[in-house]
């Protein structure tokens, strides 16, 4: 099979090399996914570099996680209407440039900085990476394969994030967990200005709406924001009450923008009569809460109770990372077999059994025997849910919409991430403080505190595969002739726009 394919937009066509277009855009996303994880090892040396207090090195995460989340949905709607790859190339360098930045950043602030603009340049990266496949890969067998090769390093990301992260820590300094973007960045851009050919487009560009992604990101960041400062305030204090009001009123705002005034919306509310996007999105929630939750925690867990150094607290995600990669792959194929509904019951209830396990932790039980099972299983849990939910999100949209359908999928799962790791942080230092109110050991109560916040996340991921049942059932298999060869070919028809496979009998 030829390794070109042509693709419209505006009433253009361009060759586009394949097999470069998933290479880059697998190695982009993984840069974007991991950046999550990879400082989550190197916040003990990063608190301590630069004088943060425990309550604010989440924002080192956070910063990053809220404009990523805010500005997706303008990402992807600006790789729609500018074309794929200069939105790709756009955001890469952001992304690249702000890596340079906050690795080189003198204090608090200055980092804060740096990792919002460098989620800045994620999102308007991300998306288009996702757009970018969807149109290369117009076959919806190619396609599948595509989506699980991006999906399983989308999938993967958080643990070789943090193995990535306490490696560099460990060998280097915090510094390079950012600095390693930089040689990533420039050989991706090189590559993609030489490889991948840009979409003609003659067609009038509409407008972006700034002001629905301004009121999005304002809205989330002040609800985290009022979250957070529950661990130094009371829910009651003016602060805590008037941020999370600002940020409900933010996010009201958003709601009337994309309906009444926006002439180009940011999320058509419409898209939302799609149950299997609908149902997709909610579960992206879910995932992400509990996928940050549990690196967040179990890292905490692992250097601050266990006294792991950076590196041995990232090899000890190395089977975590691997069953990640291993599932997703697995997934891809599994999916066409059993459909994306069940597969997206079984992977969070894998997740969650998991979760719920390492809720027993104590301090000093040892990795083999009460932190290792937990965490495979978990990684695999993680793995196969990532391709059946991309492919719920995306099956169905029409081309103009791929932009929207690839940001609105990372935008859930991002949000989901920020406010659950908010909550969750919350919970884990209210737990812990009122545990030592009794004269409880240091270790025992932050202990405490972090099972809390993987029971909660158990219970989130449950509500995940509660919400796949509202996907389509899949209908009965129907026997027909595979378009080139004429072998007869078992096509799994499912509800609504879930058309997804043409298997080999």
């Given at each position: 099979?030829?390794?070109?394919?042509r693709f419209?937009?505006?009433g253009?066509?361009?060759?586009t090399?394949?097999?470069?277009?998933?290479?880059?855009?697998?190695?982009?996303?993984?840069?974007?996914?991991?950046?999550?994880s990879?400082?989550?090892v190197?916040l003990?040396?990063?608190?301590?570099?630069?004088g943060?207090?425990?309550?604010?090195?989440?924002?080192v995460?956070?910063a990053?996680t809220l404009?990523?989340?805010?500005?997706l949905?303008?990402?992807?709607?600006?790789?729609?209407?500018?074309?794929r790859?200069?939105?790709?190339m756009?955001?890469?360098?952001?992304?690249t440039?702000?890596?340079l930045?906050?690795?080189l950043?003198?204090?608090?602030?200055?980092?804060?900085?740096?990792?919002?603009?460098?989620?800045?340049g994620?999102?308007?990266?991300a998306?288009?990476?996702?757009?970018?496949l969807?149109?290369?890969?117009p076959?919806p067998d190619?396609?599948?394969?595509?989506?699980?090769?991006?999906?399983?390093?989308?999938?993967s990301g958080?643990?070789?994030g943090v193995?990535?992260?306490?490696?560099l820590?460990?060998?280097?300094d915090?510094?390079?967990?950012?600095?390693?973007?930089?040689?990533?960045?420039?050989?991706?851009?090189?590559l993609?200005a030489?490889?991948?050919?840009?979409?003609?487009?003659?067609?009038?560009?509409?407008?972006?709406?700034?002001p629905?992604?301004?009121?999005?990101?304002?809205?989330?960041?002040?609800?985290v924001?009022?979250?957070?400062?529950?661990?130094?305030?009371?829910?009651?204090?003016?602060?805590t009450?008037?941020?999370?009001a600002?940020?409900?009123?933010?996010?009201?705002?958003?709601?009337?923008?994309?309906?009444?005034?926006?002439?180009?919306p940011?999320v058509?509310?419409?898209?939302f009569?799609?149950?299997?996007?609908?149902?997709?999105?909610?579960?992206?929630v879910?995932?992400?809460?509990?996928?940050?939750?549990l690196?967040f925690?179990?890292?905490?867990?692992?250097?601050q109770?266990?006294?792991?150094?950076?590196?041995e607290?990232?090899?000890?995600?190395l089977?975590?990372g691997?069953a990640?990669l291993?599932?997703?792959?697995?997934g891809?194929r599994?999916v066409?077999?059993?459909?994306?509904?069940?597969?997206?019951?079984?992977?969070?209830?894998?997740?969650?059994?998991?979760?719920?396990?390492?809720?027993a932790?104590?301090?000093g039980?040892?990795y083999?025997?009460?932190v290792?099972?937990?965490?495979?299983?978990a990684g695999?849990?993680?793995?196969l849910?990532?391709?059946?939910m991309?492919?719920?999100?995306?099956a169905?949209m029409?081309?103009?919409?791929?932009g929207?359908?690839a940001?609105?999928?990372?935008?859930?799962r991002?949000?989901?991430?920020?406010l659950?790791?908010?909550?969750?942080?919350t919970l884990?230092?209210?737990?812990a403080?009122?545990?030592?109110?009794h004269?409880?050991r240091?270790?025992?109560?932050?202990?405490d505190?972090?099972?809390?916040?993987?029971?909660?996340?158990?219970?989130?991921?449950?509500a995940?595969a509660?919400?796949?049942?509202f996907?389509?059932k899949?209908?009965?298999?129907?026997p027909?002739?595979?378009?080139?060869?004429?072998?007869?070919?078992?096509?799994a028809?499912?509800?609504?726009?879930?058309?997804l496979?043409?298997?080999?009998?």
């Open positions: 099979m030829s390794q070109t394919t419209r937009a505006g253009g066509t361009a060759p090399n394949r097999s470069l277009v998933l290479a880059v855009c697998c190695v982009a996303q993984l840069m974007v996914v991991l950046d999550v990879v400082v989550m190197a003990p040396q990063i608190r301590h570099a630069l943060m207090s425990v309550a604010g090195q989440q924002w995460v956070n990053y404009t990523f989340a805010g500005f949905m303008l990402g992807g709607r600006a790789a729609d209407i500018w074309g790859k200069r939105v790709f756009a955001g890469l360098g952001a992304f440039f702000f890596s930045m906050g690795g950043a003198v204090n608090a602030d200055w980092l804060v900085a740096a990792r919002a603009l460098q989620g800045l994620g999102a308007v990266l998306p288009a990476t996702l757009s970018l969807t149109t290369s890969f076959r190619e396609r599948r394969r595509a989506l699980g090769a991006w999906s399983a390093t989308a999938a958080a643990a070789v193995l990535l992260g306490g490696v820590t460990q060998a280097l915090w510094r390079w967990v950012l600095f390693v973007n930089v040689p990533i960045g420039a050989a991706l851009l090189a993609t030489a490889g991948v050919k840009d979409e003609a487009t003659s067609a009038p560009r509409p407008s972006l709406d700034v629905g992604a301004v009121t999005v990101t304002g809205g989330l960041a002040l609800l924001y009022g979250i957070v400062s529950t661990s130094s305030r009371s829910w009651g204090s003016p602060v009450v008037a941020s999370l600002g940020g409900a009123l933010l996010l009201g705002a958003f709601t009337l923008v994309e309906q009444r005034w926006a002439v180009q940011l058509p509310l419409s898209v009569r799609r149950r299997s996007l609908s149902a997709a999105n909610g579960i992206a879910t995932i992400g809460a509990a996928l940050f939750g690196y925690f179990l890292t905490l867990y692992l250097q109770v266990n006294h792991y150094s950076a590196l607290g990232g090899l000890a995600y089977p975590a691997l990640t291993a599932a997703a792959v697995t891809s599994l066409a077999r059993i459909g994306p509904r069940r597969q997206l019951v079984l992977g969070p209830v894998l997740a969650a059994g998991a979760l719920a396990w390492l809720s932790l104590a301090p039980m040892g083999w025997g009460h290792f099972a937990p965490l495979v299983l695999a849990g993680f793995g849910s990532f391709v059946p991309t492919m719920a999100a995306t169905g029409p081309p103009q919409q791929a929207l359908a940001g609105l999928i990372n935008t859930t991002q949000v989901g991430g920020a659950g790791l908010a909550v969750m942080s884990a230092a209210g737990v403080d009122s545990h030592l109110g004269a409880v240091a270790a025992s109560a932050l202990t505190g972090y099972d809390r916040a993987f029971l909660v996340s158990a219970i989130v991921l449950a995940g509660a919400a796949a049942l996907l389509p899949a209908a009965r298999a129907v027909g002739p595979t378009p080139q060869s004429g072998r007869t070919a078992t096509v028809v499912v509800g609504e726009d879930l058309g496979t043409v298997e080999p009998a």
